[in-house]
């Protein structure tokens, strides 16, 4: 088994023992005529040629199964291995080191390990939890196509982590005194499926016989309703919904507010702007939290940050729009505030989010908020 030199993220030893598999015997190492660079649009590096500049690394000598997990690690980032020889101990050693497949492209921008552990050491490891899950289940192809979503699944538990809501009428039961017995992943792509067999505290006292309980792990996401005060008007979003095509339907085509999931790196205002622009052509004004909220917590574990935005909306602003990346068909309608509560009474706004979002602006323009 040829030793492996790294350069990159695997430096850091939290994350490099989680892909492992455990704790790897490691050498410092060096590459000349090498330099680390980011990778075009994303913040985890790769090696360049430069001469006269040397690469300061580490030298594993893992196992067969180390290895494979290894490679299906870096498979899910478009990496693959490549033969090379490092200087160890004052000594060359034949190694190798993962490089850069097709659609993978190095910047002229140095990385800097220091500021990635910084900025995306948290969120890289809690992704690479689900990741290395998936081992031996598919191959680091498959782990490739779901790696974009596995962050945000994973910037999405961070964020739960690390908000704190009140306790003062429901049971402040940390979930740690919950007993996970089993759980299993029996589906991940956009999103996915987790199922547990779990025991959890009653409210009468004791702990729960073993139940099996499912959801659907999403990321985080932002409503954003554009409201314009000066015209009294709102702007309403309108494409196909597989989830009411799937129910049955007979017009699938809902009417919502502007929404998107939270990209990892972005916080909740940024993706409302974002999306905006994506799926309305529309710069926002001021923004208004409505509220943060699980519109469905048995079924998902999907978060909202619902806005309303103060927006211009004048005639002829309507626009068929969307990101061509996700074969999104959105049609956007701008109409009076009037209309909005007749859709409303009519139960042909039928969208959570948009309810919640249009009670608020009725009360809160009601208020003289927008006088």
Known sequence: MPDLFLFGTLLDASLRDLVAGGAVATRPAVLDDHAVNRVEGADFPALVAQPGTRVEGLLLTPDATQM?????????????????????????????VYRPRDGVTASDTPWDLAAWQQAWGALTRRAARES???????????????????????????????????????????????????????????????????????????????????????????????????????????????????????????????????DPGEGPEQTARREAMEEARLSLGPLHLVARYYPSPGATTEYLYSYVAEAELPDGIQTI????????????????????????????????HLLVSVL????ERAAGRFA
């Open 360 to 363: 608020w602006l009725q009360r």
């Open 68 to 96: 494979a997990r290894l490679h299906f690690y870096e498979e899910g980032f478009g990496f693959g291995p490549e033969p090379v020889t490092v200087i160890a101990d004052g000594q060359p050693v034949e190694a190798i």
């Open 132 to 262: 290395m899950g998936d081992f031996g289940q598919i191959d680091g192809a498959t782990l490739r196509e779901r790696v974009p979503m596995i962050f945000t699944r994973a910037d999405a538990a961070l964020r739960a982590e690390s908000e704190m809501v009140p306790c003062t009428l429901r049971a402040s039961t940390n979930r740690d005194a919950i007993t996970v017995d089993d759980r299993r992943v029996p589906y991940a792509k956009f999103f996915a499926v987790e199922e547990c067999d779990l025991r959890h505290p009653l409210h009468g006292g004791g702990q729960s016989p073993q139940v099996t309980r499912a959801s659907f792990v999403m990321s985080d996401a932002v409503t954003v309703l554009p409201y314009d005060p000066a015209r009294d008007r709102v702007m309403l979003v309108e494409q196909f919904r597989f989830g009411p095509f799937a129910r049955g339907d007979l017009y699938p085509y809902a009417l919502e507010p502007i929404a998107g999931r939270i």
């Open 321 to 352: 729009a969307g990101s061509d990346a996700e074969n999104e068909d959105i049609r956007t309608h701008v109409i009076t505030f009037t209309r909005l509560l007749e859709l409303m009474e009519s139960g042909e706004v039928d969208v959570g």
